[in-house]
């Protein structure tokens, strides 16, 4: 089985930082695109950032300039760089990624992490 755990989400006041972190394990074969979405209390998940295997990286408009995805494809491992917070980016913030669990087969499916909260506040 997959797992994808998340951590780092916190609390932390206007202007300041945090890093997220999501690491997968379990039976993978293939990984492709990796992920954050998030999701505000009465609002519709949303895509924050992805990042496909090759390192190409896909932004939502209102975090462009403040956060920046990575991966490290030897740990399994996504990052997501959150600077200059403001409020409305609370939210709680799951981590996805595509994969693949059996051997010599192309078949992959979306895995959910089980989300932190991210809490921006003064």
């Known amino acids: 089985q997959v797992q994808l755990v998340e951590s780092g989400g916190g609390l932390v006041q206007p202007g300041e930082s945090l890093r997220l972190s999501c690491a997968a394990s379990?039976?993978?074969?293939?990984?492709?695109?990796m992920g954050w979405y998030r999701q505000a209390p009465g609002k519709q998940r949303e895509l924050v950032a992805d990042?496909?295997?090759?390192?190409?990286?896909n932004y939502a408009d209102s975090v462009k300039g403040r956060f920046t995805i990575s991966r490290d494809n030897t740990k399994i491992t996504t990052y997501l760089q959150m600077n200059s917070l403001k409020p409305e980016d609370t939210a709680v913030y799951y981590c996805?990624?595509?994969?693949?669990?059996?051997?010599?087969?192309?078949?992959?499916?979306?895995?959910w992490g089980q989300g932190t909260q991210v809490t921006v506040s003064s």
């Open positions: 990042i496909t295997s090759g390192g190409m990286s």
């Open positions: 379990g039976s993978i074969f293939i990984i492709n695109t």
């Open positions: 996805t990624a595509d994969i693949g669990t059996i051997r010599g087969v192309s078949r992959t499916r979306i895995y």
